[in-house]
């Protein structure tokens, strides 16, 4: 007790009472707040708090060690526990009901009996994991997705055991009877899983029983060796039908019946092919197909009430009001053997053939099929059967399939999921109530698919290693992991804890910054080689067998160090020095360009001081010398004249070079005021009228040097050529910048000429060649008596 710090001995070994000596065991609280104790000896003792003892509950068992509290989904509160006769049970706590887990030598999945020392329950998870003396044990509610059903030892287990139909009892749904192959016909209580035999001794005609279904009547049908018979639960009599064989030497087998519509059973054969029986009358007659024999493998009706007959060579389809009878996908080879026919909910026809999933149309084309190429495991599928929920359950050699036609999803269920065996042969049944059962060897299989157990807990997903260079790494779960300069193969190994069929388990992951999308793997470590620099965020979840996926993924930080070469200091470095090198030689042309405009404006000062006034000198001693000659030989008067003429020519040019190469008038406002000094000169001369659509002033835009000298030099050739030789009385000249696109027109109401008859002279050639150089383009437009019209377009 608290208060004095001492200790009660309630129960114990050496206890002097002797109803409280025993050996004690483990102690927990239930949800009532009552403390429970194991034992050795008086199995599970509660504590009474009115006598402050423990008091002896009702158990069968005398020996019970670890235990735990649990809700069973039928049962209610119950308890596990290691003792009772075989090492482990369970009980109820509503009405103490006792579940013993014996040893099953043919079932993998039952306890070891030996045993259990420790029992523990995983809250996330619901797995009870069980201790024993030979190991540990788990019990997962959610793994095996499919009831496991063993055929009791009486039933000898051999190679001709296996499960070929079941149906449920027509008056008691409790009570199921099977046709077991080569075993004979049995009844078998669910409830307490016991089966009783319906043998020769009873009246069953041959131990070789194919098929079984129930009619209207409630009256169950065996197909068997060499007959069918009709069996009354209610009198539990056999009635024997035997169909007309009139191939002698065969084993005639009667492999799959039918009710139709209007309560004939049809009989399907593995030599005679179909029959018809009257339940009334008792009357088999044989519907005869073809020459050949006949392998009816299964017949079902549409609701026209033709008869579909799935054979080895396709399918028929009979009309029984008419007799019509058709031939679909007949081949000769046994890889068309049609195994299963089924409607479903819109009626189209679908077949499960050894060549996969077929859907027909009422011509017998193939419309869709679904092998392995879209899904299937494995093409040879022995029976079809579909669900309420519209989905088809595919029985192949290579596990159940569950295909689901509106989104085209294929789930396959193999010995994983519970089933004795992956392949399924025969035994493939889905009954009225929605439950589906499988036929193996000893053994069948059996689940309602509304109800199939899901694993709801997704699996937790944890990073274990990190290798660099293929070479463990230190790191620190939550801190970046850091890549150095010639890292450049870093590996991550991640931990996808399920134990819920850990073999289903995906891993999805995505590193951020490096793949677009997320990335599907069954692997365990996930590798990245050559990353660029930078920071990364590697995302993993985990995804069930059943499809739940990690609510969060698990976040890893990785930093990549890049090389120097690489770095964004590197790359600023670049580019400044880029920069720089640009810079200086931007610098340089500039100072050329400088250095140029100094030797230019010199060469136009030198011309216009030396030559120019040399020319001016010329001029003046030629008109001197006229002067003081006077009347003298008008041979010498002459050639003075021609002499200042000449020398005043020489000057203008010299001018107009002058003014070329300055760099001072590189610009449109220069060009224009130019060309209208010019063009009023030459006119006033000749008494010409001389428009200039010249603006005052152009928005600031410089010219090259060759582009201002062969505009001017254009310009001044068509001035020339109008004054001189048009007989004009005006002259027009425009000029307008649009954008980069200078248009100059230059026109005349003279003469003009025929282009056609007049040869170009230089003058109108080296306008055109002018304008070639600047990249221009010069039309000259004129007719006879129309003058001349003459336009210029070029880049600026």
């Known amino acids: 007790a608290p208060e004095t710090g001492q200790f009660d001995f309630k129960l114990g070994r050496k206890h002097p009472d002797p109803s409280k000596s025993t050996i004690a065991g483990f102690i927990r609280e239930d949800e009532q707040g009552r403390i429970w104790s194991s034992s050795w000896g008086k199995g599970f003792l509660i504590y009474n708090d009115a006598t402050g003892a423990f008091d002896d509950y009702p158990d069968g068992p005398g020996i019970t060690t670890s235990f735990i509290f649990d809700r069973h989904p039928i049962a209610g509160p119950i308890i596990w526990s290691g003792g009772g006769f075989y090492g482990l049970y369970w009980q109820t706590l509503i009405d103490s009901a006792i579940i013993q887990f014996p040893p099953r030598p043919r079932e993998p999945f039952s306890h070891n009996n030996t045993m259990v020392r420790s029992i523990f329950k995983d809250p996330e998870t619901q797995i009870i994991w069980i201790g024993t003396e030979a190991g540990v044990e788990k019990y997962d509610p959610n793994d095996l997705k499919f009831t496991r059903v063993m055929l009791p030892d009486s039933i000898s287990p051999g190679q001709f055991s296996s499960l070929a139909g079941i149906v449920q009892d027509p008056y008691s749904p409790h009570h199921y009877w099977l046709a077991v192959w080569a075993k004979g016909f049995f009844e078998w209580d669910r409830q307490k899983n016991t089966m009783q035999s319906y043998g020769l001794e009873k009246g069953l005609y041959n131990h070789e029983v194919f098929d079984i279904i129930v009619d209207r009547q409630k009256h169950i049908w065996l197909a068997e060796l060499e007959c069918v018979q009709e069996f009354d639960p209610v009198t539990r009599r056999f009635r024997t039908h035997k169909p007309d064989f009139p191939t002698p030497g065969i084993n005639h087998k009667i492999l799959c019946l039918k009710e139709g519509s209007d309560g004939s059973i049809w009989i399907g054969s593995n030599y005679e092919g179909l029959y018809r029986l009257d339940p009334k009358t008792g009357r088999i007659s044989r519907i005869k197909f073809m020459d050949k024999p006949q392998y009816v493998r299964c017949i079902t009706e549409d609701k026209q009430g033709r008869l579909l007959i799935g054979d080895l060579d396709g399918y028929f389809r009979y009309n029984p009001a008419n007799g019509n009878l058709e031939h679909f996908l007949t ?78 999803v294929v789930e396959v269920y193999r010995r994983a999921d519970g089933l004795f065996d992956n392949d399924i042969a025969m035994g493939f049944r889905m009954l009225k109530r929605g439950e589906l059962f499988i036929g193996f060897q000893d053994a069948f299989n059996m689940i309602n698919p509304s109800r199939m157990p899901m694993n709801p807990y997704p699996p937790r997903v944890v990073l274990t290693d990190v290798h660099i260079l293929n070479r463990p790494a230190d790191w620190r779960p939550g801190a970046p992991i850091v890549l150095q300069p010639g890292d450049n193969v870093v590996s991550f190994a991640f931990s996808a804890i399920n134990f819920t069929q850990p073999e289903k388990t995906v891993l999805l992951y995505k590193l951020e910054g490096f793949d677009p999308d997320w990335i599907e793997t069954k ?109 003298g030989p008008g041979g010498v008067k002459t050639l003075l004249q021609r002499i200042g003429q000449s020398a005043g020519a020489l000057s203008e040019s010299m001018q107009d070079i002058v003014w070329a190469i300055n760099y001072r008038h590189d610009n449109l406002e220069d060009l224009a005021a130019r060309m209208r000094e010019f063009g009023l000169k030459i006119s006033e001369a000749r008494g010409i009228q001389f428009n200039a659509d010249l603006p005052e002033t152009f928005q600031q835009r410089a010219l090259r040097p060759d582009q201002r000298r062969n505009i001017y030099l254009i310009f001044k050739e068509a001035v020339n050529n109008a004054a001189k030789y048009s007989k004009c009385t005006g002259i027009n000249v425009s000029m307008q910048l649009h954008r980069n696109r200078l248009s100059m027109e230059i026109s005349d109401n003279g003469n003009g000429f025929d282009p056609e008859t007049v040869q170009y002279g230089n003058g109108l050639n080296n306008m055109q060649q002018r304008a070639k150089e600047i990249r221009g383009k010069l039309v000259i437009q004129t007719e006879p008596r129309q003058g001349v019209r003459i336009l210029l377009d070029v880049d600026v």
């Open 331 to 408: 081949r000769d080879s046994i890889y068309h053997t049609c195994n299963g026919i089924v409607f479903d909910r819109d009626q189209r026809l679908w077949l499960a053939t050894t060549e996969g999933l077929l859907r027909v149309d009422d011509q017998g084309k193939v419309k869709f099929a679904l092998t392995t190429r879209n899904g299937l495991q494995n093409n040879y599928l022995n029976g079809i059967e579909i669900d309420k929920e519209d989905r088809f359950w595919l029985a192949s050699a290579n596990g159940l399939h569950r295909y689901y036609p509106k989104t085209g």
């Open 523 to 631: 692997q365990d470590i996930i590798t990245y080689t050559n990353l660029d620099g930078g920071r990364y965020t590697l995302l993993v979840k985990a995804r069930n067998g059943d499809g739940i996926w990690s609510p969060e993924p698990v976040r890893v930080t990785l930093r990549v160090i890049p090389p120097f070469h690489r770095t964004i200091w590197f790359r600023l470095l670049v580019l400044a020095l880029a920069g720089g090198i640009i810079g200086l030689i931007v610098w340089y042309r500039q100072e050329q360009r400088r250095h140029l405009e100094v030797i230019r404006r010199r060469i136009a000062r030198d011309l216009h001081d030396d030559m120019g006034s040399t020319l001016s000198s010329i001029r003046f001693f030629s008109e001197v010398a006229q002067a003081q000659l006077g009347d």
